[in-house]
C-alpha cells in the first residue's frame, strides 16, 4: 500500500469518455489498497476559450486579480466531472479547490508561489478512504483572494502535494509515454528512457523538451519526490525522475531544441567599463530572462554584446536597452528571430571530455553554422539558424545515441 | 448618497455587449456617489452547459456536492468578467465569491439555505470605495464546502446582502420592466404596477408570475428591504415591492397563471377518521408540496380526496399513496395535468364582498368550467382546464382591471 499522486492535464480530461479514461486510471491503483490523490489541469480548450472572454472584455489586458477569478473555474469544473466520473464507478471521492486543499500563495497573481501547504483537510478525506481530486494550478493569498501558479502550475500543485503528504510516487501524466533522447516525432532513433537525474530533467525542460514544469522538478529535487512522467493512454511505466540515476553508456542523456529564442545584437558600443553592466542591469529591471551572452570585439574599438532571450521578450529587450539610450553609445540594435538553441544534456558529460568536440563536428558534418555557445557542467548548447533546427538535433542525437 | 444592492440575471450578462450595458448601469449610479454592491447569475446558458456536461458523465445524476462544485464555476465566470468590464470603464471594481463575501449556509447542497452572512469583507471593499461584484446563489457550510441556494438563488443572494448592510434599495434587474397586472404578452390590457405590497407579490410569485423569487420576496419583507423589479435594457423606473403601497381605485393587484399543476384525486376512499392525515402525513414525508384541497362524498358512503401538487412532483404524489396502500382503502388515483390555476390578488379584496362571484361570473360568461376553488384573504385561485387558462386570465383581469 502506498501513497500515489497522480498528475493529469487539460487533453487528458478534455472530454466526458477521457475523463472516464483518467476515472478508471485512478481507481485502478485505489482498488489495489493504495490511497490516491489526483490532481487536475481545466479541460481540454477551458482556458483558451475564458481567455478569450477576457480579451473580449478588454482587449489590452484585465487586472491579473480577476484574470486569475476567472481562469480558476476552469479546474473547479474539471475536478467536479472527473469526482463525478470516479463517483459513477462506485468508488468515494471528493473534490477540492486550490484553497480548500490548503494551497496558500503569495499575491503576484498569475504567477504565484506557494508559502505553505496546509494539508489538513486532504489528510481528513484521506483517512475516510476518499479519492481526493485538487484542482491544480490555483491557491489563495492572505487576503482570501484565489491566486493562480502560472504555466505549468499544476505539475507544481502535484509535487506540492506529495511532497508535504510524503507520497511515495508522484505520477506527471501527459500525452507522450515519458522522457526521450531526442523528439520521437522528429528523430526516429530517439529512446524512451526508463530514469533521468533531477538535474538532466532541468536541462532538458529549460531547454525545450517541455515535458515536465520546471518547476515542478526544482521542488520535486529539493523535496525529494520521486517523479514518474506516463501516458495517460497506454497502460506501461513511464521515464521516472530522481536523484541518482543508474549508468547508462551513452555519455548523453538527451538532445533538446528549444525555438522560443530571439538573438539581440547590441553592435558599435564604446568599449568603456560597465557597458555590459548596464545593458544587463537594465534587463533584469525588465524581469527579461537572458541565456547566452556573448561579447565579441567590434571594428573601430568599438564592441558587440549579443545575448539570446525567450522569443516572446525579444521587442521588450529593444525597448529595455533603448529606454538607457542617453547613457549608452551605440550604433545598432538587431534582433533576430530565426534562431534556434540545440543542446545536449547528460550528467555523465563533465566527466568525458570530447563530447563539445563530437556535437560540433556532428553539426560541421552536416553543414551547420554555430552561432553562439553556451556550457554548463551538464549540457553543452549552440544556436543555430531555426530552418536547421530539426536536423541539428538528429544529426546531434545520431552521434551520440542513435 | 445611498448604498445600492442591484442583481443582474444571467441573460443580462449574457454576452460581451450585454456584460457592458450591466457595468455602465451600474457605473451611472457609482458616480452619482453611491456605494454600489452587485448580485450577478452565470452567463446566459452556461449553467445549462454545465448540468449537459455533467449529464454526459452521470445520467442518473451526480451527487449534490459535486454539483454544487460544478454548477459555482458559473458565478465564478461572470463577475469576474463584469468586473473586468467595470475596471475597463475606469472604476475601482472587486469581485468576490460567495464564501469571500461572507455566505455561509446549511449543508443542504442544492437547495442550502443562509445561516449567516458576514460582511466584513464587503464592508472593508465598500470603505474602500469599491464597486463590489458577488457571485450570487453560492455559499459554503461549515466544512467549507461550496453549497448553492437553489432556484433563484440569485435573488436571495440579493436581498440577504441589502437586509445585512441596511442597503436603502435592492434592485431585481430582469427582462421585463416591471409587475402587470397580468402576464402582458398574453392580456393586451394589462398594465405596469408602480408599486405592490410584500404579500400581494408574494400570492403573484407563488402562482407563477416567476417575476420574483418567493424566498427573496419572504426575506425582503422580514426584513423589510425595499425591493424594485426593473428592466437592464430599458432606463425607466420599475416596480417597487414593499410593506404599503397606495390604495389604487382597483380591487385587485393582479391575475396570475400557474401551468405547473397536476391534480390527484385518491377516488372511493373508506369513510373512516383518520384517511385524510394519513395520506397527507405520507405527502409531507416525500417532501410534496400541496396547494388546493378538496374533499367531496362520493358513492356507496366513500369519499374522494382531490389535491393539486406541482407538475413535476405528480408521479411522486402517486407512489407516496400507493406506498400506504396496505392501511388505506381506496378505489383508484387518477392525476390529470393539463390543469391550470387562475388566481387573483389583492390586500384590498378582504374588505371588499362580492369578488370571487365577479371572478366566477367572468369564467362562467366565457364558458369555462372552473374544477377547484382556494381562496386566502387576499387571493382566490381556481383549477380550470390548462386549454383555457390564457382566455381565463383574460376575461377575468377584463372584469377587473382592463
Not at 485505489?30 to 481545466?42: E, F, L, P, T
Not at 533576430?336 to 566527466?351: P, Q, R, Y
Amino acid at each position: 500500500m502506498a501513497l500515489i499522486v497522480k498528475k493529469f492535464g487539460g487533453s487528458s480530461v478534455a472530454d466526458a469518455q477521457r475523463v472516464f479514461n483518467v476515472a478508471n486510471i485512478i481507481i485502478n491503483d485505489y482498488k489495489k489498497g493504495n490511497d490516491v490523490i489526483v490532481v487536475v489541469s481545466a479541460q481540454g480548450d477551458t482556458t483558451d476559450d475564458l481567455i478569450e472572454k477576457a480579451e473580449e472584455i478588454n482587449p489590452a489586458g484585465a487586472s491579473k486579480r480577476e484574470m486569475d477569478m476567472l481562469l480558476s473555474a476552469g479546474e473547479q469544473i474539471s475536478i467536479a466531472l472527473l469526482a463525478m466520473a470516479i463517483e459513477k464507478l462506485g468508488c468515494p471521492v471528493i473534490s477540492l479547490l486550490g484553497w480548500q486543499a490548503g494551497f496558500n500563495t503569495d499575491s503576484h497573481h498569475s504567477i504565484a508561489r506557494i508559502k505553505n501547504l496546509n494539508t489538513e483537510r486532504i489528510r481528513n478525506e484521506i483517512a475516510k478512504k476518499n479519492i481526493v481530486v485538487v484542482a491544480g494550478f490555483q491557491g489563495i493569498n492572505k487576503y482570501d483572494d484565489i491566486t493562480t501558479l502560472g504555466r505549468g502550475g499544476s505539475d507544481t500543485s502535484a509535487v506540492a502535494i506529495a511532497a508535504s503528504m510524503n507520497a511515495d510516487l508522484c505520477q506527471i501524466y501527459t500525452d507522450v509515454d515519458g522522457v526521450y533522447t531526442a523528439d520521437p516525432r522528429k528523430v526516429d532513433t530517439a529512446r524512451k528512457m526508463d530514469e533521468i537525474a533531477y538535474d538532466e530533467m532541468l536541462e532538458l525542460a529549460t531547454l525545450g523538451a517541455q515535458v515536465l514544469n520546471n518547476r515542478s522538478v526544482e521542488m520535486a529535487k529539493k523535496y525529494n519526490v520521486e517523479l514518474e512522467v506516463l501516458s495517460s493512454l497506454e497502460n506501461k511505466p513511464g521515464t521516472k525522475v530522481k536523484e541518482t540515476v543508474k549508468m547508462e553508456k551513452t555519455l548523453i542523456r538527451g538532445v533538446a531544441k528549444d525555438s522560443n529564442v530571439a538573438r539581440i545584437s547590441v553592435v558599435g558600443l564604446e568599449d568603456t567599463p560597465g557597458v555590459a553592466f548596464k545593458i544587463f542591469n537594465k534587463i533584469a529591471q525588465y524581469k527579461i530572462n537572458v541565456d547566452i551572452i556573448l561579447q565579441s570585439v567590434g571594428r573601430d574599438s568599438t564592441k558587440d554584446i549579443t545575448f539570446t532571450v525567450p522569443r516572446d521578450q525579444g521587442k521588450l529587450a529593444v525597448e529595455a536597452i533603448e529606454s538607457i539610450k542617453g547613457g549608452l553609445n551605440y550604433k545598432d540594435i538587431v534582433v533576430e528571430e530565426d534562431v534556434a538553441k540545440i543542446s545536449v544534456v547528460g550528467a555523465g558529460m563533465e566527466s568525458h571530455p570530447g563530447v563539445a568536440s563530437k556535437m560540433f563536428e556532428a553539426l560541421y558534418d552536416a553543414g551547420i553554422n554555430i552561432q553562439m555557445i553556451s556550457t554548463s557542467e551538464i549540457k553543452i548548447s549552440v544556436l543555430i539558424d531555426a530552418k536547421y533546427a530539426d536536423k541539428a538535433v538528429k544529426v546531434v542525437h545520431d552521434a551520440f545515441i542513435g
